[in-house]
């Protein structure tokens, strides 16, 4: 009975408490609190302690983005809060722009009548990698869907949606995008003898575009090299950019040294053609991101520290994911290529 006298009151006490502290648990002490963490390294539900100079234990597992932006730190050369958040969001516009362009062209085909029902669902801009069939890769750009959309709009309005040439156009798009996702697909039939000039040309362009997505890169860069000869076509302008083009495929494609080598050369030639003519100057831009392209597979040891310079040397506020990324895969095929990949490689 004295026992239970003396305790009481702390009972009492204890229960005072819990009831002006909230809900009491049963199990005890309140443990720890799981943070999941994505395969990156970066927490999911909040920003990553770098963002706060915090960089922790930095792990081989972690992403590529993750490692380089510690590489930077390491070396003095932090990046923002701003920017290391940036870096942590998935890539990439390209891949989100895609479902947009392609449904873009499924609206632009409605216009002509009784054209074969067709939405985006039906549409596949993706084929297959080379070397796994469950990894599937963009083929067919989201600027390939526009400009189809734009050219239909246009020879709508200058010939009539019902017209022949019209229908016999939208076919042979049709055809093209079909090749996106299968190499094997039959090219756009030849237009008839006594076709309108506009179709003719259209078609030659649109033949040469199902051959560079069919893969056939030598065929592709000699319909475009005719292309860009023919004063009369209306595609002549952009037709030497995608020669270069064509050719920058094939050294990203070619499975040895030797013919990867002979691409990279007949890339050069075709890309100093665009560099040198005052008339292509709009097209400088987009070969340069081709020769960083071209650089990746035929020259990937001076490519990674070329990248690793410019990315070491970049505004805080502003880097590059893109070739973060390729910095990163460059990191994993030639661990020897520059200190960023040695770095990694250890």
């Known amino acids: 009975m004295t026992f239970t006298r003396a305790i009481a009151p702390l009972l009492l006490a204890a229960f005072a408490l819990g009831a002006n502290g909230g809900p009491a648990l049963a199990s005890g002490a309140v443990l720890p609190q799981m943070v999941f963490v994505s395969?990156?390294?970066f927490a999911t539900d909040a920003p990553p302690a770098y963002a706060a100079d915090r960089l922790g234990v930095v792990m081989t597992g972690f992403d590529g983005r993750r490692l380089f932006i510690a590489y930077r730190r390491l070396m003095g050369?932090?990046?923002?809060?701003e920017a290391m958040l940036e870096l942590s969001k998935p890539c990439c516009a390209f891949a989100d722009s895609l479902p947009h362009a392609v449904g873009a062209w499924a609206d632009?085909?409605?216009a002509v009548p009784d054209a074969p029902e067709l939405d985006a669902h039906d549409i596949d801009p993706y084929r297959t990698a080379d070397n796994d069939p469950y990894v599937y890769v963009p083929n067919c750009a989201p600027d390939a869907f526009r400009t189809a959309a734009a050219t239909l709009t246009d020879r709508i309005a200058a010939?009539?949606?019902a017209a022949p040439a019209v229908r016999d156009w939208l076919a042979g798009q049709d055809q093209v995008f079909k090749a996106c996702p299968a190499t094997d697909a039959p090219p756009p039939a030849d237009v008839a003898a006594d076709a309108p000039a506009w179709l003719r040309a259209d078609r030659a362009y649109?033949?040469?575009?199902?051959a560079?997505?069919?893969?056939r890169h030598a065929d592709a860069a000699?319909?475009?090299t005719a292309i860009a000869a023919d004063a009369a076509s209306p595609w002549r302008e952009r037709a030497p950019y995608l020669v270069a083009r064509a050719h920058a495929r094939a050294v990203a494609e070619a499975t040895n040294a030797q013919k990867r080598a002979q691409a990279a050369e007949a890339y050069r030639a075709a890309a100093k053609r665009v560099l040198d003519d005052p008339d292509l100057a709009g097209w400088r831009e987009d070969i340069g991101r081709l020769d960083a392209r071209v650089a990746y597979h035929a020259e990937p040891g001076p490519r990674a520290r070329a990248l690793e310079a410019a990315l070491l040397a970049a505004p805080e506020d502003a880097v590059p994911a893109v070739e973060v990324d390729d910095l990163v895969t460059l990191a994993r095929l030639h661990p020897d290529a520059s200190g960023f990949t040695a770095w990694v490689a250890a």
């Open 206 to 210: 649109q033949q040469a575009a199902a």
């Open 159 to 161: 010939h009539g949606a």
């Open 108 to 110: 632009a085909r409605k």
């Open 222 to 224: 000699a319909r475009f």
């Open 77 to 81: 050369r932090p990046l923002t809060a």
């Open 212 to 215: 560079l997505y069919q893969r």
């Open 39 to 41: 395969q990156g390294g």
